[in-house]
């Protein structure tokens, strides 16, 4: 059958389309490769068990889709991008997408152009290749071999790679569209500045055949009613929809290996993390009291310098709080 074209015209109209398909977005969680979200987060939604929700940070990325349009226009004068406001669907695959951006190049070749808003340390975490990690790149601004002169950039040489999961995402787009390139392009952003980053992606056709196997095992797994395989680490939200409330019986686990080899496992956990409390105690009521003891070191002092680090003892304001200024003490290495 071929894909399908609806025009969004409200929002509520596109959600209620998405909800009878594997979205792109959803693709990455089904395959397995998505860091936040499982196949069962993506099968309690689409049982209408699980909202998924706006979150600040999907609103953020709305907001700030005309700025991408903008840094594409000026950093890309090659390309021309339009918002097409259209849900492509696969009926018989069950697969749906909304592009950001369908983009042209300058041989008239078309593509999807997916726009993502990145906090720089997310960035220079997640999309710099042997990047750093998430405690060096929140400290981002000491790491001036990274930057460009003008700190604005990654200095040339340095291999920026879209996560796979947003690949992807823009992979389903391409071949439900069928276009002929794909794009993605990061705005990354931090308080004073912001730089645009543009990643083409593969068209990998393995990777497409691999996302219409899952999604067609899902489909499957969906109409027989069996719940996907589970993600111990992420899944409480999902379990907690699926299986609101008790029935009121007893299931027999005496015969099933693996319950016995968590309630060991679960014993096991316990008492370390016992043990664990006992000997972080006497070090917690320690440090209270050191914190305690740079306090009055400081008075009234906003910060102390001591053997190259800054003890501060900051005032914070904070409106929604009933007390609406209180001090936080916090300590950080500086150079020299």
């Known amino acids: 059958m071929p894909v399908t074209r609806h025009r969004i015209t409200s929002r509520e ?6 909800q009878r398909d594997i979205t792109a977005s959803d693709v990455a969680a089904i395959c397995g490769i998505h860091p936040k979200r499982t196949p069962m987060m993506v099968y309690a939604e689409k049982k209408g068990l699980l909202t998924n929700g706006e979150t600040n940070l999907m609103q953020r990325g709305r907001w700030f889709e005309p700025a991408i349009l903008t840094a594409f226009e000026d950093e890309r004068p090659d390309l021309k991008l339009q918002k097409p406001a259209i849900y492509l669907r696969d009926p018989e695959l069950r697969i749906g997408a909304t592009m950001d951006f369908l983009g042209i190049d300058e041989q008239d ?14 960035f220079l975490a997640k999309w710099v290749e042997n990047g750093f990690t998430h405690e060096a790149a929140s400290e981002w601004l000491d790491e001036s071999e990274w930057l460009d ?24 787009q391409v071949k439900l569209a069928g276009l002929d390139w794909a794009m993605i392009g990061a705005l990354a952003v931090d308080a004073y500045k912001a730089h645009l980053y543009v990643v083409d992606v593969e068209l990998v056709d393995s990777a497409w055949e691999f996302i219409k196997a899952r999604v067609a095992d899902f489909w499957e797994r969906f109409d027989s009613g069996r719940t996907p395989d589970l993600t111990p680490a992420l899944d409480a939200k999902a379990l907690a929809a699926l299986y609101p409330v008790d029935n009121g019986q007893t299931v027999d686990l005496t015969g099933d290996p693996e319950a016995k080899r ?8 316990e008492a370390i993390l016992k043990a664990a409390k006992k ?17 009055a070191k400081l008075g009234a002092n906003e910060t102390g310098l001591v053997n190259g ?5 900051r005032t914070q304001h904070r409106a929604a709080v009933a007390a609406t200024s209180f001090r936080v003490i916090r300590k950080k290495k500086v150079k020299i």
Not at 13 to 18: G, I, N, P, S
């Open 149 to 172: 002169e003008d700190g604005a950039g990654i200095t040339p040489g340095v291999k920026i790679v879209a996560p796979l999961h947003y690949q992807f995402q823009v992979l389903t």
């Open 13 to 18: 109209r596109w959600l209620k389309l998405r």
């Open 279 to 295: 000997q972080i105690k006497p070090h917690e009521e320690r440090l209270r009291e050191i914190k305690n003891q740079f306090k």
């Open 309 to 313: 680090y800054h003890v501060s003892w």
């Open 109 to 122: 070749r078309r593509g999807a152009v997916e726009g993502k808003v990145v906090a720089y340390p997310e």
């Open 262 to 269: 968590l309630l060991s496992e679960w014993e096991s956990e």
